[in-house]
């Protein structure tokens, strides 16, 4: 196999790999096939002695790509049966709180980026919930790592809502229907989660509802094992029939998806996040539920080479992370350089660190600086 990279992965394909913090020059030219025991998904999510394979999968009228294959199933399945790309995208999330809950929840934080079709306009949804009112500044940081204390406001939920209200079609039952399916009725635990679930059971035992879920008779899951959520079913399952039965009341769709957001922020969601809060000495309360609200702002923006790129703003920092590392390497001709060259490696690696600088000292949340 030869060790130059393929055709097919261009300059700006290397170029955006090297900016999301990929040390390209640890991976040999065989680390880019596409089969076999190195392929890019086989140390994780599938067994070492499998043959794992991808393909390239083109996608002439539209497309979701997720980090689990049911999360992508979920939003095709969306754009099938008529759906926008926001469905797509609230359908994919759902499931992916299933399948991958260490990294997704429809009770932690978000961002969107979107571009409305009909007027051009580019816009930026921040779905994340700030710490809660009683937060003690001065109390021991590491019980912000894990526990009651580590809560913040729920954002995801109510971004998911936004994005369906403001771009969506479908209604929200339909929306969360194969995550409430592979809750319910259970899914292949990929093995990554398995590896995860299995590094954390020391701290998911200190939890009994964690444990109850996580650790079923006290023990890890096996990957490849069918994993069952009931709990987060009946409570997807909850808020689609707080919408449905908005619907049945004469409600229309803009009124019934405020319907299921209301009973996550301010009814019986909102009620058991307080009470579990309150009697485990969490911070959380009801208060701060409600006076929750995604917000739609402009993007952070910038040309790179004739190229529009937008951004989430503040506050995530990565958007502004990324449009200075374009600015920077901007300066220096690329495309002159191999691939594989260390001075290619070393201009992206100095534009990640001098806007990581820059981004830590000057940048922070709007509403407070």
Known sequence: MSDTPPSFLDRREMLAAGLAGMALTALPGRALAQSGA??????????????????????????VTAGHPLAAMAGTRMLMQGGTAADAVVAAMAVMNVVEPWASSAGGNGFATCLDRKTGKVQSLAFTGGAPRLLDPDG????????????????????????????????LSTLLEPAIGYARDGHPLDASIAMFITRAQKTLALYPTSAAIFLPGGQPPAPRSIFRNPDLARSFQALADAESQALKGGADRDRALQAAHDYFYTGPIAQEFTRFSTQTGGWLRLDDLKAYQPRWDDPVTTNYRGLDVYCSPLTSRTGLELCEQLNLVEGFDLAALPADDPLFTHYLIEAIKVAKADVYKYAADPKFA
């Open 140 to 171: 021991d940081p590491k019980a912000l790592d894990h526990g009651p204390k580590a809560l913040t406001v729920p954002g995801a939920f109510g971004g998911w809502i936004a994005l369906a209200r403001r771009f969506g079609k479908l209604p």
């Open 38 to 63: 190195r392929a890019p998904d086989a140390p994780r999510t599938g067994s070492a002695s499998v043959a794992a394979h991808r393909v390239e999968v083109p996608m002439p009228h539209g497309g």
